[in-house]
């Protein structure tokens, strides 16, 4: 990274002394763009259900993750790309006319989260046909996708964006210097 720093300020450097000696000043400036293609797509599904008693609320939601789960599968999926988490319940409290939660259970909530990684980039639109399947869940709730980028990827196109940059700017420089 020194390097590479001291080399665009010594070409920067170089640029203005040339033009420096012709008695002027110049200034000049280089933009440099480059983009990145996430490598993975992940979802969060969660599911969730919420029936009056605790086991019909688990195992109907037990029922929604395991069609989930076939549903991703069917799109191609390894099941390696299709994570379940912990699944847990939660009662729902009766309230009294003022509002106020009583101590009666009302009715309970299961949910579980579904985790969902394929790659961005596939023939078949992939990360589409996830969001569009598990959006035909009622009971399910989709968070992503969010794009994953590695940080060597990351580091590459900070690179080249630096370097079309500096190469613009000595452009720049020589047209201004010529003029």
Do not use: C, H
Request: no cysteine; proline share 3%; hydrophobic share 40%.
């Amino acid at each position: 990274m020194l390097k590479r720093t001291t080399l665009i300020a010594l070409s920067l450097l170089f640029v203005a002394s040339a033009a420096n000696a012709k008695g002027r000043q110049i200034s000049v400036r280089g933009i440099g763009t480059a983009s990145v293609t996430p490598r993975n797509a992940q979802f969060y599904l969660t599911a969730s259900t919420t029936k009056p008693a605790n086991a019909i609320s688990s195992s109907n939601n037990a029922a929604t993750v395991r069609q989930l789960q076939s549903k991703m599968q069917q799109l191609g999926l390894k099941a390696s790309q299709v994570r379940l988490g912990r699944a847990s319940s939660r009662p729902n409290y009766a309230q009294d006319a003022n509002g106020r939660r009583t101590n009666q259970i009302e009715s309970w909530t299961t949910t579980q989260q579904v985790t969902v990684k394929a790659p961005f980039k596939s023939a078949n639109n992939l990360v589409g046909k996830i969001y569009s399947t598990a959006t035909g869940f009622n009971n399910v709730r989709i968070s992503g996708p969010n794009a994953e980028v590695s940080e060597s990827s990351i580091r590459s196109a900070e690179a080249r964006a630096r370097a079309r940059a500096v190469t613009a700017a000595v452009k720049e420089a020589k047209a201004q210097v010529k003029a």
